[in-house]
């Protein structure tokens, strides 16, 4: 056995792909709903902003340009109510992957260290963990965790996988209880603006986080409210000595967003009609499929915001996979986010529209 094989898990999608050939034979051609990643235009805005900043022959700065700073703290003032945040409480990052990956090596956490996150999660909150090799920790509520030894806790709302979103009053409990021991607490709300029955608070809210940033970081990602996935465009906010720390680490690793998507990040930033078109795309999709998928016997759990539908037909959940694949449809079974997910799917609601409506008439047949 490998040292890598020996300390990450298997890579999750690798064993979706016997399920992703049989879905890809059906005649009319497969509706990939597993993998929740854009498949809508790129705003001209934002494609113009990049074309502009093309000729970039020089390096860029890891902390990003002023007017992207400037982006940063002025969406999150608008965003998420933090309002005075300056530029040393942002730093921008190559996608919100690479951040959960490697944050905690990045913070210097190792043997004896723990790493906290939901216990139904993105799968990459764990492998951090054992890249750094710190110990990952599963919770259902945070404040009953037992603190010793415990340096990072992920909060994660809305949740990828089952769309939850937590209260003011669940993340401000959440945020006391870490203050009181000392635990840094990273917040990976990168569907914040894809609320559908709940309007996803952040915890840099005031009425979260009474007005201060100390132990409090925000992963944010233009990933799915831009289209962006393909630009990898994250960022971090929150407080200024973690990101400090952060941003040394990362100028000497050189990890530098390029100068156009930097540019690109700012027209995005600056621009909300586009967030509103394609949220009114997303939720066409979403109560499509919804109605499909429960008129076909599922069940939809949570799934109150993010762009996923947690659904059961309370049977283990690579028969669900199995099932849907023979009708050329594919979701990512639910044991990807741990054990509890094990009778659920995730339908991913990001397919074009043609593809949706093919999902549809094939769950009615």
């Given amino acids: 056995m490998s040292a890598v094989s020996s300390r990450l898990p298997v890579f999750p999608w690798d064993r979706l792909e016997p399920y992703k050939a049989t879905a890809a034979a059906h005649p009319d051609g497969i509706v990939d709903l597993s993998v929740g ?9 934002i494609q113009r902003a990049l074309a502009d900043a093309a000729d970039s022959p020089g390096y860029p700065t890891v902390w990003g340009t002023a007017a992207l700073r400037d982006a940063l703290t002025g969406w999150a003032g608008a965003r998420l109510g933090a309002r005075d945040l300056e530029h040393v409480n942002v730093l921008p990052v190559v996608g919100s992957k690479e951040l959960v990956a490697w944050l905690p090596t990045q913070l210097g956490l190792g043997a004896g260290d723990k790493v906290a996150y939901p216990r139904l999660a993105y799968p990459t909150y764990e492998v951090g963990a054992r890249l750094a090799g710190a110990e990952p920790v599963v919770y259902d509520d945070p404040t009953e965790l037992d603190p010793a030894g415990l340096r990072l806790l992920w909060l994660n709302s809305p949740s990828n996988p089952t769309g939850r979103v937590l209260s003011k009053e669940e993340l401000r409990r959440a945020v006391a209880w870490a203050r009181s021991h000392g635990i840094l607490v990273v917040s990976d709300e990168c569907y914040l603006e894809l609320g559908w029955e709940a309007e996803p608070v952040s915890v ?7 007005g201060s940033y100390e132990g409090l970081v925000a992963v944010h990602s233009l990933s799915k409210r831009s289209n962006l996935a393909g630009y990898r465009s ?7 000595a973690v990101l400090g720390e952060l941003l040394q680490i990362r100028k000497h690793g050189g990890m530098m967003i390029p100068a156009p998507v930097q540019a690109a990040t700012v027209a995005a930033l600056g621009d909300t009609a586009h967030v509103a078109e394609q949220r009114a795309r997303y939720a066409r999709r979403r109560a499509a499929l919804r109605t499909a998928f429960e008129g076909a016997g599922f069940r939809i759990e949570h799934s109150e915001a993010s ?4 659904a059961t037909r309370d049977e283990p959940c690579w028969d669900t996979v199995g099932d849907l694949s023979k009708r050329g449809i594919l979701v990512a079974p639910g044991d990807f986010y741990g054990e509890a997910g094990g009778r659920f799917v995730r339908i991913a609601f990001t397919a074009t529209d043609e593809r949706v409506e093919a999902a549809v008439r094939r769950l009615a047949e």
Wanted: with cysteine; aromatic share 12%.
């Fill in 37 to 45: 990643t854009p498949v809508d235009p790129v705003p001209a805005v």
């Fill in 204 to 210: 840099l809210h005031p009425d979260v986080c009474g």
């Fill in 234 to 240: 994250a960022f971090l906010a929150g407080d200024a």
């Fill in 307 to 310: 762009l996923y539908l947690w």
